[in-house]
């Protein structure tokens, strides 16, 4: 399992609609931003070759954002997870599960755990879901 610190505040939802209604590079501009700043700190994990569970832990520095705001920046998260060449990509392939826990402190920071499955089970069902599937009219 490996573990890493993002110390510092991430957009909420909020946050990133407001950018995206200013005008129509306002929110492209964010992202790519936000993007590169966590990318200094996925940059110390390796490449992942299975499928992986991450835990999320939020820690607050206050209660004004909603928890559902707060943990939109998983996406961020995991766009610069695939951007940086850790994961192939951020789907059900790749990404099989992530649990959300919240925390109030001092600092406002996330901590994730990210575990890769070695389930044989896993890559059965990974082998299978790349076959077509004939769907009937």
Same mark, same amino acid.
């Not at 995991?78 to 600092?107: C, P, Q």
């Given at each position: 399992? %490996? =573990? &890493?610190?993002?110390?510092?505040?991430?957009?909420? !939802?909020? @946050?990133? &609609?407001?950018?995206? =209604?200013? %005008?129509?590079? +306002?929110? +492209?501009?964010?992202?790519?931003?936000?993007?590169?700043?966590?990318? /200094?700190?996925? %940059?110390?994990?390796? *490449?992942? @070759? %299975?499928?992986?569970? &991450?835990?999320?832990? $939020?820690?607050?520095?206050?209660?004004?954002?909603?928890?559902?705001?707060?943990?939109?920046? *998983?996406?961020? &998260? !995991?766009?610069?997870?695939?951007?940086?060449?850790?994961?192939?990509?951020?789907?059900?392939?790749?990404?099989?599960?992530?649990?959300?826990?919240?925390?109030?402190?001092?600092?406002? *920071?996330?901590?994730?755990?990210?575990?890769?499955? @070695?389930?044989? $089970?896993?890559? /059965? /069902? =990974?082998?299978?879901?790349? *076959?077509?599937?004939? $769907?009937?009219?």
């Amino acid at each position: 399992m %490996n =573990r &890493i610190e993002i110390p510092f505040k991430l957009p909420s !939802l909020n @946050q990133y &609609i407001n950018e995206c =209604r200013k %005008n129509r590079y +306002a929110g +492209a501009t964010m992202k790519k931003n936000v993007d590169k700043d966590i990318g /200094w700190y996925i %940059n110390s994990l390796p *490449k992942y @070759q %299975n499928p992986i569970k &991450i835990h999320f832990h $939020w820690i607050e520095g206050n209660k004004r954002r909603d928890l559902d705001n707060i943990c939109f920046a *998983k996406k961020f &998260i !995991l766009d610069s997870m695939v951007k940086a060449g850790k994961l192939k990509d951020d789907n059900r392939n790749y990404v099989i599960g992530f649990e959300d826990t919240f925390e109030y402190g001092k600092e406002t *920071k996330v901590i994730l755990e990210i575990e890769e499955v @070695q389930d044989e $089970w896993f890559r /059965w /069902w =990974r082998i299978r879901s790349y *076959k077509k599937v004939k $769907w009937s009219s």
